[in-house]
């Protein structure tokens, strides 16, 4: 059955395979799975998507109404897990300042409540629209995220690992490629679908070109919430974080009840 798929379609989804299987690899090999777990699991999802993928069209082709909706169930988790991977990075960047956290966390989680309610209620005219509801909010939020982290950053001079930096570039480019996959191109130009995949298809391999470029260095240090045992302490040690975002944290941490007074 896969052989009735173009040759370009097989040797990109091979060499998806593959990147995935090298960086996934590479992650366990240097021990990074111990600071990114949630990354760590979605690419072992793909992998495992893509096992079900063969699997379902080799022994039910590509009409079997069964396998169209297991491989949309698969789906759904795997946009799923690519959320929380992007929320792992985002608590990378922002977890050592508890009080913006405390934020952002509750954003993360409100978002994400309103993106499955809508899947829910869109649900009900087809399990293939619940899912693209669900992938088209969660990717969407995303690439949003993804962009006003690091435009958060650079304003306030927050320090970015390389590594997670590049882990915020492949996200939120695939992002807007599966945005503009389900959106544009599958709804609006159905005659170049064909066409679109290669491009989409390329654009993961790009994605994944890039995630493997950063992870493939020990990941560097020094982003994880530092232990302290007295208030002064905390603020003595972040001397590269500027003024305004010192007074922004303590202010949100008062807010949220997660930083002490400073006396």
Known sequence: MLAQLPISSLVTWGLATLLTLILLGRIVWL???RDY???TGYLACNLLQTVVGVYLY???GFSSKSGFRIGWTTQAFVVVARALAATEMCRHVLGKFRGIWAMASRILVICGALVFVAAMYFGRSGYKFAVMTLEIGLESFIATWVVGL???ARYYHVKIPETIRMLGLGL?????VKVLNDVVFERLVKA???EWNYVATSGFLAVLAIWVWGFWRPVEAG???PATSAPNVYWELMPQVNRRLLELNEQLGQLWRTEPRRP
């Open 37 to 39: 777990p949630l990354f």
């Open 150 to 152: 690091f435009c958060f």
């Open 192 to 194: 170049y679908l064909i």
């Open 31 to 33: 021990g990074q799975y």
């Open 58 to 60: 080799r022994r039910y």
């Open 223 to 225: 982003v994880s919430q």
């Open 172 to 176: 939120g480019l695939h992002s807007v």
